[in-house]
T-cell receptor, first 114, second 110 residues
Framework: SAVISQKPSRDICQRGTSLTIQCQVD?????MFWYRQQPGQSLTLIAT?????????ESGFVIDKFPISRPNLTFSTLTVSNMSPEDSSIYLC???????????FGPGTRLTVT | RKEVEQDPGPFNVPEGATVAFNCTYS??????FFWYRQDCRKEPKLLMS???SGNEDGRFTAQLNRASQYISLLIRDSKLSDSATYLC???????????FGPGTRLSVLP
């Protein structure tokens, strides 16, 4: 199974600032995703990170607010821009392993915006 | 109608009990179905995939009913360690990603 690490694991940020979250996978994967899980809620897909092209965003999420990079098949970043308290959430990186036909998640980044 | 729906619970059951969760999905073209388990303050982890013929893994049994568009998870002989949120996951209408249900919270009590 794919092993995924995320940095930072948690952060407390002031409103109006930006935070970039890194996701590293121990093997090459085609499909990488970024999810958000707000307190007490289930996971919501933000976007699919495409290697070599722009990310594909879900309804309600835009590139200006959540720019994503995917420079290669093992790494991706998600930036939460111009943060507000409503952005306080856990952000999870995920990959789809086409070998095992399973989806794996990173440990998440717990973001608190004050 | 939401794409994936679950009873949020909580289900509070005694140790040793049998408990069943249901999940309904709206996209009849969905092909892939899963149950994930999420412990408090942890990431979701795959519990089991759900196959058309139904499948069993120890105390856990998953069933798929395509006609009625629902998936079920049965847990027999509940353990304290089964306490978690169980997430139903279905692949999306475009088949490229997966939609998570809101989760059903289970508490197994001593």
């Amino acid at each position: 199974s794919a092993v995924i690490s995320q940095k930072p694991s948690r952060d407390i940020c002031q409103r109006g600032t930006s935070l970039t979250i890194q996701c590293q996978v121990d093997s090459q994967v085609t499909m990488m995703f970024w999810y958000r899980q707000q307190p007490g809620q289930s996971l919501t897909l933000i976007a699919t990170a495409n290697q070599g092209s722009e990310a594909t965003y879900e309804s309600g999420f835009v590139i200006d607010k959540f720019p994503i990079s995917r420079p290669n098949l093992t790494f991706s970043t998600l930036t939460v821009s111009n943060m507000s308290p409503e952005d306080s959430s856990i952000y999870l990186c995920s990959v789809w392993d086409t070998a095992t036909y399973e989806q794996y998640f990173g440990p998440g980044t717990r973001l608190t915006v004050t | 109608r939401k794409e994936v729906e679950q009873d949020p619970g909580p289900f509070n059951v005694p140790e040793g009990a049998t408990v069943a969760f249901n999940c309904t999905y709206s996209n009849s073209a969905s092909q892939s179905f899963f149950w994930y388990r999420q412990d408090c303050r942890k990431e979701p982890k795959l519990l089991m995939s759900v196959y058309s013929s139904g499948n069993e893994d120890g105390r856990f049994t998953a069933q798929l009913n395509r006609a009625s568009q629902y998936i079920s998870l049965l847990i027999r002989d509940s353990k304290l360690s089964d306490s978690a949120t169980y997430l139903c996951v279905v692949n999306s209408a475009n088949g490229q990603n997966f939609v998570f249900g809101p989760g059903t919270r289970l508490s197994v009590l001593p």
